[in-house]
Nanobody, 124 residues
Framework: QVQLVESGGGLVQAGGSLRLSCVAS????????MGWFRQAPGKERDFVAA????????PYADSAKGRFTISRDNAKNTMYLQMNSLKPEDTAVYYC?????????????????WGQGTQVTVSS
């Protein structure tokens, strides 16, 4: 079983920055592709960014390109999402997720493990 815990969310004004972290714990038997997703009130859960186990492949949602950066430190079992130039439209609960295989994916259905989420609120 793999457990994921997000942190770093909070309230920030438009144009500000936040850095989210996701720490994996528990027993795992494979290399994991990972990703970040978000869900705003009344909306479906949307893809934000993903990263392969090696870190070589990092697809981004169009809304995140140029503003967000995904990274990981496998030695620390931690994934990060650096968010700059935040907009009110970025307000959502952000979830980290992990796969059972080392490849990344933009589809929530491909992820086996999920964190509980961390709230990000961007004020005007």
């Amino acid at each position: 079983q793999v457990q994921l815990v997000e942190s770093g969310g909070g309230l920030v004004q438009a144009g500000g920055s936040l850095r989210l972290s996701c720490v994996a714990s528990g027993r795992t038997f494979s290399r994991n592709g990972m990703g970040w997703f978000r869900q705003a009130p009344g909306k479906e859960r949307d893809f934000v960014a993903a990263i392969s186990w090696s870190g070589s492949t990092t697809p981004y949602a169009d809304s995140a390109k140029g503003r967000f950066t995904i990274s990981r430190d496998n030695a620390k079992n931690t994934m990060y999402l650096q968010m700059n130039s935040l907009k009110p439209e970025d307000t959502a609960v952000y979830y980290c997720a992990a796969r059972r295989i080392p490849y990344e994916s933009m589809s929530p259905a491909d992820y086996a493990y999920w964190g509980q989420g961390t709230q990000v609120t961007v004020s005007s």
